[in-house]
């Protein structure tokens, strides 16, 4: 059985940066897209970016492109968020999930492919 374990969430100042971290356990994540997620008090939960298998290919939501970066480590069975330039809108929980594919595809910021989630850790972007 996989689980997916996130951390590095905390608050921040706007501006800030955090790491986050998604580790997996009971299997290899090699062969599969990863997904980091985030959720809102009262809204929906969104993709914010995804990963290919291999690392090569990344998708981002456009809030967060150019200050979100998505990379893998795929020995360490761990997929990173490295969030820099936070803004209040960041606050959330944020999650990770997998897709038992190799390529993030066209709908990967819907939550319906995902296959198996986190139980998400909370990033608050307060002053």
């Known amino acids: 059985q996989l689980w997916l374990v996130e951390s590095g969430g905390g608050t921040v100042q706007p501006g800030g940066s955090l790491r986050l971290s998604c580790a997996a356990s009971?299997?290899?994540?090699?062969?599969?897209?990863i997904g980091w997620f985030r959720q809102a008090p009262g809204q929906e939960r969104v993709g914010v970016s995804c990963?290919?298998?291999?690392?090569?290919?990344?998708q981002y939501a456009n809030s967060v492109k150019g200050r979100f970066t998505i990379s893998r480590d795929n020995a360490k069975n761990t997929v990173y968020l490295q969030m820099n330039s936070l803004k209040f809108e960041d606050t959330a929980v944020y999650y990770c999930?997998?897709?038992?594919?190799?390529?993030?595809?066209?709908?990967?910021?819907?939550?319906?492919?995902?296959?198996?989630w986190g139980q998400g850790t909370q990033v608050t972007v307060s002053s």
């Open positions: 999930a997998i897709i038992e594919r190799t390529w993030c595809g066209a709908t990967w910021f819907t939550a319906g492919p995902y296959d198996s």
């Open positions: 009971g299997r290899s994540l090699a062969n599969v897209v």
């Open positions: 990963i290919n298998h291999s690392g090569e290919y990344k």
